[in-house]
């Protein structure tokens, strides 16, 4: 099964789906010549590659030639939603998703769902963003979507009906029972188009899914805020119904630095105060730096939610004045502990398997192994290799 996660960094928007979508692999001409077949007129759509924040995307614009859009009722959009050449089951998520927004819109004004007109959300732009988005899914054979906790900032808006809380009534009704994450942002991050498409089509709410990742990809917003403002859109295989993949593949958090002032002896403890804070590694490189001094490079990797905590400790420990920060990929073979009895107490011995059942690493834990030869006295060595010829024979009897 093809599932897709939406990770929503900067919040969520139909524009910022598309692009997410075209992004992560739709074709955009086929994609924007589908919609020309919806019974509206007077649009462009432009698919821009962009950098926001410092991040390279892509950035959906739909512009309208001025011509004053009516305030359409959910029948009406409903007509055209039909009277477009639509796969079928494109056009029953887009019904589902305005469905889902007219009952909103209800709710908040007190009237039936049949008799809201709509503003904004009954607009070109946003019927193209959210038949273009249920689009993109098919197009990418998306079966199962799934998406993160929804970030909300703070403020008011300004809309058809005045200045209004973020936020907004509609969709703070539409985020009802999903989990949300406040960040310290003035602006609206999740809009009603993207609160609907995410309520209605996302099949879960919370961490990324066990995928076989495929395809990533970034939508754009159109404002810069403090923190990124893009749609990340992971698209893969569910990994329990895909053969055992080589290695996995995360994303980690790369942050370096590099200092020729400092003295060389304190290098080690910071290093243990990143590894006790949770870094996955930390390794020093020397190196030559201006006026041929020497220095030393520190490079540390980290789940990405650990930035904050790893620079506090850099800048506080370290006499550096600036760090760099980057995303990178790593592959990792799964891993497990076998216990191992030997001769001078129990050895723990890590295998790294490929494919999920073939083991081609297989190393003695050197903790243990340093704490065996301290109280016995016997060489290091001796000890790491009986207790790796001790693992070989426990996998040549359950192999």
Known sequence: MRIAYLDCVGGISGDMTLGALIDAGVNAGELVGTLRTLPLQGFEIAVREEVRGGWRGTRVIISQDGTEQPHRHLEQILSIIDGGNLPGPVKDNAVRVFQRLAEAEGRVHGIEPERVHFHEVGAVDSILDIVGSCLGLFLLGVESLHC????????????????????????????KGLPLRPVNVEGELVTPTGAALASTLAHSFGPMPAMQLENTGYGLGSRDYALPNYLRLFVGHKLDEQRPVMAAEEEVLVLETDVDDMNPEWLPYVDGLLRQAGALDVFLLPSIMKKGRPGTRMSVLCPRHLQKEMLEIIFRETTTLGVRTRLEQRHILQRKLLPVTTPWGTVNVKIGYLNGDQPVQISPEYEDCRQAAGSSGVPIQEIYHFARQAALKQFSKTL
């Open 148 to 175: 993160s906790p929804l970030p909300t900032g703070y403020g008011t808006i300004r809309c058809a009906h005045g200045i209004m809380p973020v936020p907004a009534p509609a969709t703070a009704e539409l985020l």
